[in-house]
């Protein structure tokens, strides 16, 4: 049993060392081999196929898979490190130490959106992208997207979520308007400027953290920890609702096949959403 931490607790030798742990595994290939299967798992709703991470109510515990597969590759490469959390409601800006030289690094620079800064800038040779759709090998950031503005969301939009009674409603995807999973994972019609929660912060920072192969962009982590301890609230606030759908979708369903009721296992893992519920057989939240 581990922790996750807020990351604005963590000290400076607890930064260097999961800095260390993530440049290891960008070092050893490790690391792309999640860009790509975050990738590889991208399927909107305006697709054929199943939906296991994304639009879809498996959003939370295919993403709670993802993070712990990673969290274990980390911890093989120091076991003292856990995925700690970005609580964007509070550091909310881009003075944040998240941010500083010695973490993260800070902004792309304009034009071309390089980050210059931290262990992630290219010129410091450590992170060259390699898993992405579009040409480029540095990472990039926008913050706050200054040609259309979009602010990072508040604690009133994640409270307004947490009071949520239900899970997940049909049609089970992009387009529920009810529901605690869709207005935290954030679609909305309209597009990108009506976008909230999850969704408005992977705009807000921008760049990479766009689009399929956001988690080159090594924030990706810290923003969906950060989503997975909002499942956890959720959960303790509405203990008598549960994960839905409950049961496979009938045939005359027009989702059936295409998401994951509570007992359908998920790939690339073979695991069902009910044994992903109860987070605390892995690690607690600080
Ligand atoms: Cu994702
Ligand atoms: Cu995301």
Same mark, same amino acid.
């Given at each position: 049993?581990?922790?996750?931490?807020?990351?604005?607790?963590?000290?400076?030798?607890?930064?260097?060392?999961?800095?260390?742990?993530?440049?290891?595994?960008?070092?050893?290939?490790?690391?792309? %081999?999640?860009?790509?299967?975050?990738?590889?798992?991208?399927?909107?709703?305006? %697709?054929?196929?199943?939906?296991?991470?994304?639009?879809?109510?498996?959003?939370?515990?295919?993403?709670?898979?993802?993070?712990?597969?990673?969290?274990?590759?980390?911890?093989?490469?120091?076991?003292?490190?856990?995925?700690?959390?970005?609580?964007?409601?509070?550091?909310?800006?881009?003075?944040?130490?998240?941010?500083?030289?010695?973490?993260?690094?800070?902004?792309?620079?304009?034009?071309?959106?390089?980050?210059?800064?931290?262990?992630?800038?290219?010129?410091?040779?450590?992170?060259?992208?390699?898993?992405?759709?579009?040409?480029?090998?540095?990472?990039?950031?926008?913050?706050?997207?200054?040609?259309?503005?979009?602010?990072?969301?508040?604690?009133?939009?994640?409270?307004?979520?947490?009071?949520?009674?239900?899970?997940?409603?049909?049609?089970?995807?992009?387009?529920?308007?009810?529901?605690?999973?869709?207005?935290?994972?954030?679609?909305?019609?309209?597009?990108?400027?009506?976008?909230?929660?999850?969704?408005?912060?992977?705009?807000?920072?921008?760049?990479?953290?766009?689009?399929?192969?956001?988690?080159?962009?090594?924030?990706?982590?810290?923003?969906?920890?950060?989503?997975?301890?909002?499942?956890?609230?959720?959960?303790?606030?509405?203990?008598?609702?549960?994960?839905?759908?409950?049961?496979?979708?009938?045939?005359?369903?027009?989702?059936?096949?295409?998401?994951?009721?509570?007992? %359908?296992?998920?790939?690339?893992?073979?695991?069902?959403?009910?044994?992903?519920?109860?987070?605390?057989?892995?690690?607690?939240?600080?």
């Amino acid at each position: 049993m581990y922790t996750r931490k807020n990351q604005r607790n963590l000290t400076r030798t607890e930064k260097k060392r999961l800095v260390a742990a993530l440049l290891e595994l960008k070092r050893s290939g490790r690391y792309d %081999e999640f860009v790509r299967m975050h990738g590889q798992y991208y399927v909107s709703d305006a %697709e054929d196929g199943r939906r296991a991470a994304h639009m879809t109510p498996s959003f939370f515990p295919w993403h709670r898979r993802f993070l712990l597969e990673f969290e274990r590759a980390l911890q093989a490469v120091d076991p003292g490190v856990s995925i700690p959390y970005w609580d964007w409601t509070t550091d909310n800006t881009p003075a944040s130490s998240l941010w500083a030289e010695d973490f993260l690094g800070g902004n792309g620079r304009s034009g071309d959106r390089q980050v210059m800064t931290g262990p992630f800038a290219y010129a410091n040779g450590n992170w060259k992208i390699n898993a992405r759709i579009t040409d480029g090998t540095f990472l990039t950031r926008n913050f706050g997207r200054p040609s259309h503005p979009v602010s990072l969301p508040t604690k009133a939009d994640v409270d307004r979520a947490l009071r949520r009674p239900v899970y997940d409603a049909a049609p089970w995807d992009s387009t529920v308007r009810t529901g605690f999973r869709n207005e935290i994972e954030g679609w909305e019609a309209g597009g990108n400027d009506r976008w909230r929660n999850h969704n408005r912060v992977h705009r807000w920072v921008g760049g990479l953290m766009m689009g399929a192969t956001s988690p080159n962009d090594p924030v990706f982590w810290l923003h969906h920890a950060f989503m997975d301890l909002l499942w956890t609230r959720w959960r303790s606030a509405h203990p008598d609702a549960g994960y839905l759908p409950r049961r496979k979708l009938p045939e005359s369903d027009a989702q059936h096949g295409r998401v994951f009721s509570l007992d %359908e296992p998920m790939p690339p893992w073979n695991v069902t959403p009910a044994s992903l519920l109860d987070h605390r057989r892995f690690y607690r939240y600080a």
